[in-house]
């Protein structure tokens, strides 16, 4: 493992999707040889426009300054099986969808693929950490990375702990986070955890709000925003994570903590409609 006052020296990241991307991008920026796994050439054509566009932003944000900037799209590699993942990777954050079993397969494999003193870590928003590492050799070595959109400017990684994860394994992922100048709060393994819980408790009521007539989307963002100064009102917010994840995360509290949250019956008409948010165009705002 490298040193935990610099990012790691290469890095694994399955799959390419937004989350995905933006991950690898960070990672990239911050000096790690970072390799993302994609399940076929059309997906990982796709990651690799991802990564790129994000990179060009950043580079025109002023984002990539600095006599490494020009080389960062080089450390970047595009392969299509966790076989392909380097056996020296000192972390491997799996960045799939919110399906546990799926999780837990790839991890898995990841385990198999790198040596025994790699970090493993998920993504998930809200599925439990501990029973994904129950599909784990080495438990200790594995935590929950919370990354949040967009990950290369959100300032915020959620490091969740399974009962198994080591002191060693903590002080490496918080080491890291700071490497991508980024800020950890630490959680127990619970629902939710901290920032999900919170978060989705109160893009819910912002979407009964709109249900039940109260006020309008932009009334209610520009009342969070100005009111409490939080810098993306809830809808948006909302449009932002996507409709359809906010849905899945709702449907796994409220079957876990209850009817505080049951999915407004507003969330899931979108969904339906496809309505999903930005990466549709149209969500509670029109995006295009």
Same mark, same amino acid.
């Given at each position: 493992?490298?040193?935990?006052?610099?990012?790691?020296?290469?890095?694994?990241?399955?799959?390419?999707?937004?989350?995905?991307?933006?991950?690898?991008?960070?990672?990239?920026?911050?000096?790690?040889? *970072?390799?993302?796994?994609?399940?076929?050439?059309?997906?990982?054509?796709?990651?690799?426009?991802? @990564?790129?566009?994000?990179?060009?932003?950043?580079?025109?944000?002023?984002?990539?300054?600095?006599?490494?900037?020009?080389? *960062?799209?080089?450390?970047?590699?595009?392969?299509?099986?966790?076989?392909?993942?380097?056996?020296?990777?000192?972390?491997?954050?799996?960045?799939?969808?919110?399906?546990?079993? !799926?999780?837990?397969? $790839? !991890?898995?494999?990841?385990?198999?693929?790198?040596?025994?003193?790699?970090?493993?870590?998920?993504?998930?928003?809200?599925?439990?950490?501990?029973?994904?590492?129950?599909?784990?050799?080495?438990?200790? +070595?594995?935590?929950?990375?919370?990354?949040?959109?967009?990950?290369?400017?959100?300032? !915020? %990684?959620?490091? @969740? !702990?399974?009962?198994?994860?080591?002191?060693?394994?903590?002080?490496?992922?918080?080491?890291?986070?700071?490497?991508?100048?980024?800020?950890?709060?630490?959680?127990?393994?619970?629902?939710?955890?901290?920032?999900?819980?919170?978060?989705?408790?109160?893009? $819910?009521?912002?979407?009964?709000?709109?249900?039940?007539?109260?006020?309008?989307?932009?009334? %209610?963002?520009?009342?969070?925003?100005?009111?409490?100064?939080?810098?993306?009102?809830?809808?948006?917010?909302?449009?932002?994570?996507?409709?359809?994840?906010?849905?899945?995360?709702?449907?796994?509290?409220?079957?876990? $903590?209850?009817?505080?949250?049951?999915?407004?019956?507003?969330?899931?008409?979108?969904?339906?409609?496809?309505?999903?948010? +930005?990466?549709?165009?149209?969500?509670?705002?029109?995006?295009?």
């Amino acid at each position: 493992m490298t040193s935990a006052s610099a990012p790691p020296a290469v890095v694994g990241v399955i799959g390419g999707g937004r989350m995905g991307a933006g991950i690898a991008q960070s990672f990239a920026a911050a000096g790690s040889s *970072v390799v993302v796994v994609e399940h076929d050439g059309a997906a990982a054509a796709v990651a690799l426009d991802r @990564i790129t566009t994000g990179l060009r932003r950043a580079a025109e944000r002023g984002g990539l300054g600095g006599p490494v900037a020009d080389d *960062v799209p080089d450390r970047i590699t595009i392969v299509t099986s966790i076989a392909g993942l380097p056996h020296d990777a000192d972390l491997v954050v799996e960045a799939a969808p919110e399906d546990a079993a !799926l999780k837990a397969r $790839l !991890l898995a494999a990841a385990e198999q693929a790198v040596g025994e003193r790699c970090v493993l870590a998920t993504n998930t928003s809200s599925l439990p950490v501990t029973e994904l590492a129950a599909a784990l050799k080495r438990p200790g +070595r594995f935590l929950g990375m919370h990354f949040f959109n967009p990950v290369p400017v959100s300032a !915020l %990684i959620e490091l @969740i !702990l399974a009962p198994d994860t080591t002191g060693q394994t903590l002080t490496a992922a918080a080491g890291w986070t700071h490497a991508l100048g980024k800020q950890e709060v630490v959680v127990q393994d619970s629902p939710g955890f901290a920032s999900s819980r919170l978060g989705l408790t109160l893009g $819910l009521e912002a979407i009964r709000m709109v249900e039940e007539g109260v006020a309008d989307p932009e009334a %209610i963002d520009t009342a969070m925003r100005l009111g409490y100064r939080h810098p993306m009102g809830p809808l948006r917010l909302t449009d932002v994570v996507g409709l359809d994840v906010r849905l899945a995360i709702a449907e796994h509290l409220h079957a876990t $903590l209850g009817e505080r949250f049951a999915p407004p019956g507003l969330l899931r008409a979108k969904v339906a409609r496809g309505e999903l948010g +930005r990466k549709a165009g149209q969500g509670f705002y029109s995006w295009h």
